[in-house]
Structure formats: structure tokens, C-alpha cells
């Protein structure tokens, strides 16, 4: 969950998913939906699917126990080279190079590296990995992540506190806070696209369930086109006479969206439709933009 979202947005999220499934056998016997729907607003949903393929894998072929070396939790799904890192060091004391973007900033500074991410990446890891101790890596592992969180932070670094500060390049050169540079992104194209809410006399709407693979593969959506700079022409769902209710933004990583909003209203009910407010609830934030548009 904390991976790419910080720790205020995923503390709810933790605390519910540790309550109703306390242990990797419970979480792995959960049915897909429900995991997804928990998991809706919290963002980067692939996480989310790693997440239930990973309890199974766990609790099936390993007896819910999780591999205790960087190699075999690399084998796990979801997990790559700083997760594996993370736990290794953090969970079962494995000397590891962990290397999030606290410890890309205190290494950049501490040794004045001025060659910009991504480009320097493997440098900054090298430098992380001179440091890794033999001893206590755990400890290590989380006292420099937090070092780059609470006093080497991106604006003003408290370095008047900080215990590297007689032996940091980046403050005795004075570029400290300029550092790590960064390669400037290409700006993020504007995609366009058509969501159909369909209503009908209960105040139940239409929904979908989106194809396993691809963005938010396998979430509750209501019905959309397709997505890009230039929409083809997209039949509705449903044959009517719909009605412009506005348009939703939403900003992806990599593009940003905007969805013309049309409402249909039926005279009928549909036992596949879901009630407009709890649609919103199980469903990813820039679908349940699209609900709270049709609520008013």
C-alpha cells in the first residue's frame, strides 16, 4: 500500500484490510471483489491484484509463511527490487541496500551527486550499499529512510540535526537542497472520453466490471468509451435519450482525463444494477467522481 502513496492516505486503508483479514489465509480465501472494493480510492490498482495473487501463492505453496532472502521474495508477485530489499533488511535482519526516494536524497546529498534521476539511480544504490551494515540492517534500513523523511527532507533539510552533516558533500558545497536533480517529465497528454450512467426507477445505475489487465484492470466501473486523445464514436450501453449531466477530470501518471458525463433515466428496474451510492463507495476515485456528478 505504501508503495508511490504516502502514509496519512494508506493508515485507513492498513488498519481496515489488518481487521477483516487479520492473516495471510484469510486474505488469500477473500474473493476478488471484495479486496478490490476495499482497496477502491486508494489508487494503482495493479497493486491491489499483486496483492491477492501474492496471499495465494503465500498461503497455498508456502504454508502462509513469506520467503526470508531478497531472491525469493523477488519470486513472490508484486514484489521487486525495494520490496524485497525492505523486508529482507526490515522483517528478517538480511543485509539489503534499500533504496526509496528518502534514501535517492540522502545519497545524492551526502555525496553531491549532480547527475539527475532516473539517470543516477544505480549510482545512488552503489553509494547505499557502501553503507548497508553487516549488523543490525533492519535498524539501518529504517533509520536512513527515515533520515530522508523527517530531516533530509526535499525543502528545507533540518541539517543542523543531522548526524551525517560533517561528512555530507551536498552541505559543506551549499547545493544540498538543489539535490537530487531530476530529469525534467515529459508533459502528460489529455485523454477524452464518454462515461453513460444509466438509472433506473430504483436509483440503481449501471456498472461493469473492467477487464482484468490494464489500467484499473478488474474494478466496478460504469460504462465508458474508450480513452484518448481523439474518441472514436462509442454506442451507449444502453439505447436512449441521454442527457449532458457535465464532465469529470481525473489525472492519472501518465495522462490526464476528462469524462463527458451522460445520464439516461429508466422506467424500470434492472436487477444487475447497483445502488448509486454504494456504487460510488466500491468503485476507483475518478469513477466515483462520475456517481457523485449523478447524485447532484
Known amino acids: 500500500m505504501l508503495q508511490q502513496t504516502t502514509v496519512a492516505a494508506v493508515t485507513k486503508y492498513f488498519l481496515a484490510f489488518t481487521r477483516r483479514w487479520p492473516t495471510v489465509h484469510d486474505l488469500a480465501a477473500a474473493p476478488d471483489d471484495e479486496i478490490l472494493a476495499a482497496w477502491a480510492g486508494l489508487g494503482y490498482y495493479a497493486r491491489a491484484r499483486n496483492l491477492i495473487k501474492c496471499a495465494r501463492k503465500v498461503s497455498a505453496d508456502l504454508d502462509g509463511h513469506f520467503p526470508d532472502t531478497e531472491g525469493a521474495l523477488r519470486d513472490l508477485p508484486g514484489i521487486g527490487q525495494y520490496t524485497s530489499a525492505a523486508v529482507a533488511a526490515i522483517a528478517f535482519d538480511r543485509k539489503a541496500t534499500v533504496l526509496d526516494g528518502n534514501v535517492e536524497r540522502v545519497m545524492a546529498r551526502l555525496h553531491a551527486e549532480t547527475d539527475p534521476l532516473p539517470g543516477s539511480k544505480e549510482t545512488l544504490r552503489g553509494f547505499a550499499a557502501e553503507l548497508a551494515p553487516d549488523t543490525r540492517p533492519g535498524d539501518y534500513a529504517q533509520a536512513v529512510m527515515d533520515l530522508g523523511a523527517t530531516i533530509c527532507t526535499p525543502r528545507k533539510p533540518v541539517c543542523a540535526l543531522c548526524p551525517w552533516r560533517p561528512s555530507c558533500k551536498g552541505y559543506e558545497s551549499g547545493v544540498a537542497e538543489t539535490l537530487p536533480r531530476k530529469t525534467p517529465k515529459a508533459t502528460k497528454p489529455t485523454r477524452r472520453g464518454v462515461a453513460w450512467v444509466v438509472v433506473d426507477s430504483n436509483g440503481s445505475i449501471l456498472t461493469e466490471r473492467r477487464p482484468d489487465k490494464g489500467l484499473l484492470g478488474g474494478m466496478l466501473a460504469v460504462p465508458t468509451s474508450e480513452w484518448s486523445e481523439n474518441p472514436a464514436l462509442t454506442p451507449p450501453p444502453v439505447v436512449g435519450d441521454y442527457v449532458d449531466i457535465g464532465e469529470v ?47 447532484g
Open 249 to 295: 477530470r481525473h489525472t492519472f501518471t501518465h495522462f490526464h482525463l476528462i469524462l463527458d458525463v451522460k445520464r439516461l433515466d429508466l422506467n424500470e428496474t434492472v436487477d444487475a444494477h447497483v445502488p448509486l451510492p454504494a456504487a460510488a463507495a466500491q468503485m476507483p476515485t475518478v469513477f466515483s467522481k462520475v456517481c457523485k456528478l449523478a447524485r
